[in-house]
């Protein structure tokens, strides 16, 4: 393997990364700044009302794009895998 290989490797597992996290950190970042105006708002400081509703729609996101994520996953490794032999060399 040589260093371009090398590149191309690490370049591909990062935007399969950022692919992949990105529906599920979107998700939890837009409800946590929801959130946030809403305590702003009304001045409530409550620990509860910050975690639960961010945890909630984490849940909600990876069933709901779960299956999306686990068919990208798996054809990113199915290509590193049919790739294999060439690398090694």
């Given at each position: 393997?040589?260093?371009?290989?090398?590149?191309?490797?690490?370049e591909?597992m990062?935007?399969?990364?950022?692919v992949?996290g990105?529906?599920?950190?979107?998700?939890?970042?837009?409800?946590?700044?929801?959130v946030?105006?809403?305590?702003a708002?009304?001045?409530?400081?409550?620990m509860?009302?910050?975690?639960i509703?961010?945890i909630?729609?984490?849940v909600v996101?990876?069933?709901v794009?779960?299956?999306?994520?686990?068919?990208t996953?798996?054809d990113?490794?199915?290509?590193?895998?049919?790739?294999?032999?060439h690398?090694?060399?």
């Open positions: 393997m040589n260093l371009d290989q090398a590149i191309t490797l690490v591909q990062l935007k399969t990364a950022l992949v990105t529906p599920v950190l979107a998700t939890a970042f837009t409800v946590g700044m929801i946030s105006i809403f305590q708002a009304t001045q409530i400081h409550e509860t009302l910050t975690f509703p961010k909630v729609a984490t996101a990876l069933i794009f779960g299956s999306w994520m686990f068919v996953l798996t990113y490794f199915h290509s590193i895998f049919e790739n294999l032999i690398l090694i060399r």
